[in-house]
């Protein structure tokens, strides 16, 4: 569905597109917004699977890794060409959420694209992502605004507030906002870790 409706978008006359660009994410834009660089380990989890990876491959080079997760084998063909390339390494998210796919302690950016409207119990999936963040890493959400007409039906939609209590009682702490065109908010949150 994402390849026809880029198609679509494509074949628009430019004024047209240029109107409905300003209402998209533009992976490249928000990426480098929050500083990656070479040598980063991004872990992607969210809808539409592995929106960031291909804008993620080249600002974290060979010594980097970009990890996206999805919900089953199928999820992966919209970045097939990179997977196969080596560059993008792929999960089932159910192993992510089970804490058994890669090594503890060594993301240093989750990026969580509308997972909070799609998913059934929002305010339990943060708890499975801790055991994986470095001390400092950052955990970026991008959802759904809950005031737009686009997007899953209105009850689905988290608010930026809501979403905000959900992951500082996980033990995030509450950083930033990121400037997101107008139908999704962006917020970005710091691991904190417990004090011993």
């Known amino acids: 569905m994402i390849h026809r409706t880029i198609h679509t978008l494509k074949k628009l006359p430019r004024h047209i597109s240029a109107r409905v660009n300003r209402h998209l994410l533009s992976p490249s834009v928000v990426l480098e917004e929050l500083g990656v660089s070479e040598g980063d380990t991004l872990l992607e989890?969210?809808?539409?699977v592995?929106?960031?990876?291909?804008?993620?491959?080249?600002?974290?080079g060979s010594p980097g890794r970009v990890i996206v997760a999805g919900p089953n084998e199928e999820s992966f063909d919209r970045i097939g060409h990179l997977i196969d390339q080596h560059s993008v390494e792929p999960l089932l998210l159910?192993?992510?959420?089970?804490?058994?796919a890669f090594d503890h302690h060594?993301?240093?950016?989750?990026?969580l694209t509308n997972l909070l409207s799609s998913s059934?119990?929002?305010n339990q999936f943060c708890l499975s992502l801790g055991g994986y963040l470095k001390s400092d890493a950052r955990i970026v959400l991008m959802d759904w605004e809950v005031h737009t007409g686009v997007g899953p039906e209105h009850e689905r939609k988290v608010?930026?507030?809501?979403?905000?209590?959900?992951?500082?009682?996980?033990?995030?702490?509450f950083e930033s906002t990121l400037r997101t065109p107008g139908y999704h908010y962006g917020l970005v949150f710091r691991n904190k870790p417990p004090v011993r």
Do not use: Y
């Not at 989890?45 to 539409?48: D, I, K, Y």
């Open 159 to 173: 608010s930026r507030e809501d979403a905000i209590r959900m992951l500082t009682a996980c033990g995030w702490k």
């Open 120 to 122: 059934l119990h929002p």
């Open 50 to 60: 592995g929106f960031f990876a291909p804008a993620a491959v080249p600002l974290v």
């Open 106 to 111: 060594s993301v240093d950016l989750v990026l």
């Open 45 to 48: 989890l969210g809808n539409p």
């Open 94 to 100: 159910a192993d992510v959420l089970l804490g058994r």
